[in-house]
């Protein structure tokens, strides 16, 4: 059975306190790794996607990193406005239909 | 940008009334999803439509049917609202081809059965 499991379930941090989320998962055949932020009463919005192992994606404070296992979502000298849950997904089918999501990690970075 | 937008933020039914979300998106997306979240249990794929009148059933389609009759618009109907789908119910949507399959999300409707 897919499954994608994240962790730690919340995560509380200082602002300037570098850390990394993790999301591991056991899936028959992954076809693409997705992280999404999701503000609290909002829809998840997208951040990065990734393919392989060894890739890597960037954008501002985060960056996420993919092996054959897990992936990480690593955030350095986060600020208050980093505060989120973030999300994993995997895609397990050839058409991009069928996902499989994580519970989330719930960040608080406090000031 | 892309623009999904949902018909309510917050819902508070009935059980046993029949309900409908509705979901709507601006950007000529072939698919449409409807999903479900729960805490701890990530989202949960209700039912997927990949062009008008098409649909097929996701993880969990038990107690709900979909209707997509304009390309634009995808309608989540619960037949008979059970307190057991109190849940927020999250609507996407995302280009057929193209190589990229990120999802558009909208804001959520929450509701609750009581």
């Known amino acids: 059975e897919d499954q994608v499991t994240q962790s730690p379930e919340a995560l509380r941090l200082q602002e300037g306190e570098s850390s990394s989320l993790n999301c591991s998962y056991t899936v028959s055949g992954l076809r693409g790794l997705f992280w999404y932020r999701q503000d609290p009463g909002k829809g998840p919005e997208f951040l990065f996607t990734?393919?392989?192992a060894g890739e890597e994606k960037e954008k501002e404070r985060l960056k996420a990193t993919l092996t054959k296992k897990e992936s990480f979502l690593h955030i350095t000298a986060p600020k208050p406005e980093d505060s989120a849950t973030y999300l994993c997904?995997?895609?397990?089918?050839?058409?991009?239909?069928?996902?499989?999501f994580g519970p989330g990690t719930r960040l608080s970075v406090l000031p | 940008d892309v623009k999904v937008t949902q018909s309510s933020r917050y819902l508070v039914k009935r059980t046993g009334e029949k309900v409908f979300l509705e979901c709507v998106q601006d950007?000529?997306?072939?698919?449409m999803f409807w999903y479900r979240q729960d805490p701890g249990l990530g989202l949960r794929l209700i039912y997927f439509s990949y062009d008008v009148k098409m649909k097929e059933k996701g993880d969990i389609p038990e107690g709900y049917s979909v209707s997509r009759e304009k390309k634009e618009r995808f309608s989540l109907i619960l037949e008979s609202a059970s307190t057991n789908q109190t849940s927020m119910y999250l609507c996407?949507?995302?280009?057929?081809?193209?190589?990229?399959?990120?999802?558009?999300f909208g804001p959520g409707t929450r509701l609750t059965v009581t």
């Open positions: 950007m000529d997306h072939e698919n």
């Open positions: 996407a949507s995302r280009p057929r081809g193209g190589g990229s399959y990120e999802q558009y």
């Open positions: 990734l393919y392989s």
């Open positions: 997904a995997v895609r397990v089918d050839n058409y991009g239909q069928n996902f499989v």
